[in-house]
């Protein structure tokens, strides 16, 4: 009953009752017409339908305000992870740039390597011409 809804104490206390005109009231109170009674009705039915409209649209609201939320997330955590793997390619770029670097310096230049070779040749063959010739001389002697 909407009357026990709205107004608990009244209607557990069964203090609404009617009476016929001219009967006298059992108890001090407010007496109105069956007029005026359809529209409390009415007014009360219609209270009860604008509230619970109202609560239906707030639970609306907040699926739909949560549901948005939750797309921002995920266009968030999208972007972060586009970045995260840009980042970690430009890493590995630059890792690699760097060892190929490492590895550039490091490397000995072919002329160093031949000229080092043709060097320790000459300084052998010099050593081994003098050793001989200090050998012949002291056979020839």
Same mark, same amino acid.
């Given at each position: 009953?909407?009357?026990?809804?709205?107004? !608990?104490?009244?209607?557990?206390?069964?203090? @609404?009752?009617?009476?016929?005109?001219?009967?006298?009231? !059992?108890? *001090?109170?407010?007496?109105?017409?069956?007029?005026?009674?359809?529209? #409390?009705?009415?007014? #009360?039915?219609?209270?009860?339908?604008?509230?619970? &409209?109202?609560?239906?649209? &707030?639970?609306?609201?907040?699926?739909?305000? &949560?549901?948005?939320?939750?797309?921002?997330?995920?266009? *968030?955590?999208?972007?972060?992870?586009?970045?995260?793997?840009?980042?970690?390619?430009?890493?590995?770029?630059?890792?690699?740039?760097?060892?190929?670097?490492?590895?550039?310096?490091?490397?000995? !230049?072919?002329?160093?390597?031949?000229?080092?070779?043709?060097?320790?040749?000459?300084?052998?063959?010099?050593?081994?011409?003098?050793?001989?010739?200090?050998?012949?001389?002291? @056979?020839?002697?």
């Amino acid at each position: 009953m909407i009357c026990s809804g709205l107004i !608990p104490s009244v209607a557990q206390a069964q203090e @609404i009752q009617t009476i016929k005109q001219g009967s006298k009231a !059992p108890f *001090d109170g407010v007496i109105y017409s069956k007029e005026a009674h359809a529209k #409390l009705v009415a007014k #009360l039915k219609a209270a009860e339908e604008r509230a619970k &409209a109202e609560r239906e649209l &707030a639970v609306a609201k907040a699926k739909l305000e &949560a549901k948005s939320e939750l797309a921002k997330l995920k266009i *968030d955590n999208e972007v972060l992870r586009k970045q995260l793997k840009l980042t970690e390619d430009a890493s590995k770029r630059k890792e690699a740039l760097l060892l190929e670097q490492i590895k550039e310096r490091n490397k000995v !230049p072919w002329y160093r390597t031949q000229t080092f070779a043709v060097v320790l040749t000459a300084v052998i063959s010099t050593g081994i011409f003098v050793g001989s010739a200090y050998a012949y001389s002291q @056979i020839s002697k």
